[in-house]
């Protein structure tokens, strides 16, 4: 039980990041937390029986691969958003306007 | 030695709380980047405490990894290194909302979280483990059970990669310049050990925790950490090249499997157990195989050129 009480401790916090954060990277990071936090609760649920249930933990990892490439979309994006930095940095070939 | 076990969870809730936190809101961008990155390393500790070793192998290598691996190259092309959001307490009044507010939800989500049924699949899961080809119960339920999850799991991969490359050629240069030769003289040496680790895992999947997404993720780290150590792949970015039929070859082997079994037996996905363990292995090969490159080419940022430039 301790472990969903982190797990919805984690899950406030990681929406308190979501929202008061104003860099972007900040709530990129939050909501990759959010996600830990419902991992957590998920597998904490899964413990609860005695031949421990494999399907949420292979909930898990199938959730494990879609937040990283969610992240690699958001990061991508977060890139060629940003202000500063030279074109060819931003991936955009010289020349194009 | 109970009161062991429970100081040891203690510890490890407060350090996950704290690494949330400092994550969320440490001054400076990199301290909160590295943060992330050790509370996934706590993580992994919790998942095998819950009694979940797969997913705290996926954790180390996926989480603390590969996603560290793509936040830092991320933080070395945000050029701008000023952190504008760094204070957040500007306003007193927020705290008069921010309190009630954490506490009322967590109050909800802990009573919803008590109220869950056990889930009740586990005894289902080991009664019919014998016909699914393989040992482990996990692997069992991502490539026989729910096939269909993990072709979508995919998928989605896949469409990440389409949406990156879409977005422009990768970012020049590729990686920041070494300040020191120790790091590419190690990246070289350890290649080998990458190789040996994401073949061991792949291997023991059909019967102890590993697999295929455990597997792809490591040997991607291992491509990441040659790509910054100096080498460029053979695998270029041009159409019809052969680094897109790889990166395609997991989601086709698993849908060209799925749709021999619906023509066999009439069913999606449906192996017959004779058959189960040789589709697995074939499946998790190629799933492994793609997953590595879909995580390298994440990390690219872009679509790779056609030609790599020779180094300086």
Not at chain 1, 21 to 31: A, D, P
Not at chain 1, 40 to 62: E, G, K, Q, R
Not at chain 2, 238 to 255: F, I, K, N
Request: glycine share 10%.
């Amino acid at each position: 039980m301790f472990y969903a009480i982190l797990a919805c401790a984690l899950f406030v916090l990681g929406l308190h990041g979501l929202f008061a954060s104003t860099h972007m990277l900040r709530k990129l990071l939050s909501l990759n937390v959010l996600t830990s936090a419902v991992f957590l609760l998920l597998v904490t649920v899964a413990d609860l029986t005695d031949p421990v249930d494999p399907v949420p933990h292979a909930i898990v990892l199938t959730g494990l691969v879609v937040t990283v490439s969610t992240t690699a979309v958001a990061l991508a994006l977060l890139i060629r958003l940003s202000p500063g930095g030279s074109d060819t940095a931003r991936g955009r070939p010289e020349g194009d306007q | 030695m109970d009161w062991l076990a429970h100081t040891f969870d203690g510890l490890l809730g407060l350090a996950l709380l704290w690494l949330a936190w400092q994550a969320m809101h440490a001054p400076g961008l990199f301290r909160s980047v590295v943060s992330y990155m050790v509370f996934g390393l706590v993580m992994a500790l919790i998942w095998v405490r819950l009694e979940a070793p797969d997913i705290a192998l996926a954790e180390a290598a996926i989480g603390a990894g590969a996603t560290g691996a793509l936040l830092l190259s991320a933080l070395a092309r945000l050029k701008d290194g000023s952190d504008a959001g760094r204070l957040h307490w500007r306003h007193p009044a927020e705290l008069v909302f921010w309190l009630p507010f954490a506490a009322v939800t967590a109050l909800v989500l802990g009573l919803t979280a008590w109220q869950l049924p056990a889930p009740g699949l586990g005894v289902d899961v080991a009664r019919t483990l014998g016909q699914s080809g393989v040992d482990n119960p996990v692997t069992a339920v991502l490539l026989n059970f729910r096939s269909f999850d993990t072709l979508l799991e995919i998928g989605v991969l896949l469409v990440g990669v389409v949406a990156i490359w879409s977005l422009g050629p990768a970012p020049s240069p590729i990686v920041p310049k070494m300040p020191s030769p120790a790091l590419p003289a190690l990246g070289r040496a350890l290649f080998p050990v990458f190789v040996l680790a994401a073949t061991y895992l792949l291997w023991r999947g059909s019967h102890a925790p590993g697999g295929a997404f455990q597997a792809g993720a490591v040997m991607g780290a291992g491509g990441i950490l040659m790509v910054l150590a100096g080498a460029r792949p053979w695998l270029t970015g041009e159409e019809q090249g052969p680094w897109r039929w790889l990166l395609s070859l997991g989601l086709v082997a698993m849908l060209a499997v799925a749709v021999a079994m619906a023509a066999l037996a009439g069913t999606f996905f449906a192996y017959p157990p004779a058959l189960a363990a040789p589709l697995i292995l074939a499946l998790e090969i190629s799933a492994a195989l793609s997953i590595a490159l879909l995580m390298f080419a994440v990390y690219l940022c872009g679509r790779p050129p056609d030609h790599w430039e020779a180094e300086d």
